[in-house]
Structure formats: structure tokens, C-alpha cells
């Protein structure tokens, strides 16, 4: 199957890291995404994984295992404006589609 | 730079009423062109996408339909909706094994 899993939701204090963990279920993706969504708004891109490792975009990093199945999302100094869906997306293996987890919820308290 | 267009941002309609999305992309030529829909709480589910003019391949059978009548112009389409087509529909266009941007998204509800 093409099973995206990430945890439905999450808290975290204003300042603080906080990891987001996406883990999937197939051999068959060649990269891994990450996208931002505010309520109401359309996602927005934030990372692209396609080899393992970290990768580092200001306060934002990604990483990804392909052996293992495995990416997170970790968002340092964290802002009230972080309060937000994160959706991890798997791009399929010799097409351009995208998988999509249904996302995490990410609410950051003062 | 490139921009991707949705229109209308909001659409109320009643059951059994036609209906036509439309998207377009400005400033690429030959985009890989995408619809989503993401229901209440849930995650986005791939509706339609096409590679190229006249070339949709679809990903779930429904009442909904989609037509690319020129390089940037992708169109979503049904002749009668259902109540369980409510939900934020989203077009995204890419480069091929590319990156996916977003259009601002047209939330439609179905009375």
C-alpha cells in the first residue's frame, strides 16, 4: 500500500522544537514532502527530501530515511504563527502524484 | 515568476445543480496540472491530474469530471452535485517529478 502516517495532533509552548513524525508504508515513493496549512488557506510548500538526510531551511529542517520508512519535520523557535496543519506527502515512484497524510495539527501556546 | 489562479473562492450550490471550477497558471509552459479536494478534517485526496493538454487521468470514481482545453487551463466539472461534494477544492500545478504549488483554494458547499 501507499499508507502516509503522521499523529493527528500536537502541542507545543512558543520558543520551544517540536518534531513532527511522518512514516510511510511502500517502496514505491521517490521523495518526500512536507507542506504548511493554515485554517481556511491552501498548502504551502516548506521542504522537498528526495536523498536521506537533513535538510535545513531556517528554523525549519527535514529529514528522511528511505530504509526506514521515515521523515520528520522539526520547527525551532517556535512562533504563534507556526499554529498551523503540517501535511507530509509522499511523490509516487514513476509518476508525479502526490500521497498525502491527512496532517498534523500543530498548536503553539504562549 | 509563476502564479496559479482559482476562481470563484467560494461557491454555494444546491443539490442536483450543475457545477465548473477553473484553474489557471501563468508563467510555465506544459505544468503537470492537479485537483484536490480536502473534506472537513480530512487529508487531501487526489481528484484528477493531467500531463499534458486533452490528457486527464482520474483517481477516484464520482460525479465530477475534468477537462484541459488549453496548456494552462485545467477545469473541474459536474453536471449534478451531491451533498458530499462539499469540501475545499484545490488545484496545484508542477514541473515534471517537481515541486507541487497550490492555488488559493475554492470552498464549495452543496445545500
Known amino acids: 500500500g501507499q499508507n502516509i502516517d503522521q499523529p493527528t495532533e500536537m502541542t507545543a509552548t512558543e520558543g520551544a522544537i517540536v518534531q513532527i513524525n511522518c512514516t510511510y508504508q511502500?517502496?514505491?515513493?521517490?521523495?518526500l514532502f512536507w507542506y504548511q496549512q493554515h485554517a481556511g488557506e491552501a498548502p504551502t510548500f516548506l521542504s522537498y527530501n528526495v536523498l536521506d538526510g537533513l535538510e535545513e531551511k531556517g528554523r525549519f529542517s527535514s529529514f528522511l530515511s528511505r530504509s526506514k520508512g521515515y521523515s520528520y519535520l522539526l520547527l525551532k523557535e517556535l512562533q504563534m504563527k507556526d499554529s498551523a496543519s503540517y501535511l507530509c506527502?509522499?511523490?509516487?515512484?514513476?509518476?508525479?502524484?502526490?500521497?498525502f497524510g491527512t496532517g498534523t495539527r500543530l498548536q503553539v501556546f504562549p | 515568476s509563476q502564479t496559479i489562479h482559482q476562481w470563484p473562492a467560494t461557491l454555494v450550490q444546491p443539490v442536483g445543480s450543475p457545477l465548473s471550477l477553473e484553474c489557471t497558471v501563468e508563467g510555465t509552459s506544459n505544468p503537470n496540472l492537479y485537483w484536490y479536494r480536502q473534506a472537513a478534517g480530512r487529508g487531501l485526496q487526489l481528484l484528477f491530474y493531467s500531463v499534458g493538454i486533452g490528457q486527464i487521468s482520474s483517481e477516484v470514481p464520482q460525479n465530477l469530471s475534468a477537462s484541459r482545453p488549453q496548456d494552462r487551463q485545467f477545469i473541474l466539472s459536474s453536471k449534478k452535485l451531491l451533498l458530499s461534494d462539499s469540501g475545499f477544492y484545490l488545484c496545484?500545478?508542477?514541473?515534471?517529478?517537481?515541486?507541487?504549488?497550490f492555488g488559493p483554494g475554492t470552498r464549495l458547499t452543496v445545500t
Open positions: 506527502a509522499g511523490l509516487s515512484y514513476n509518476t508525479d502524484k502526490l500521497i
Open positions: 496545484a500545478w508542477s514541473v515534471p517529478a517537481g515541486d507541487q504549488y
Open positions: 511502500t517502496s514505491g515513493f521517490n521523495g
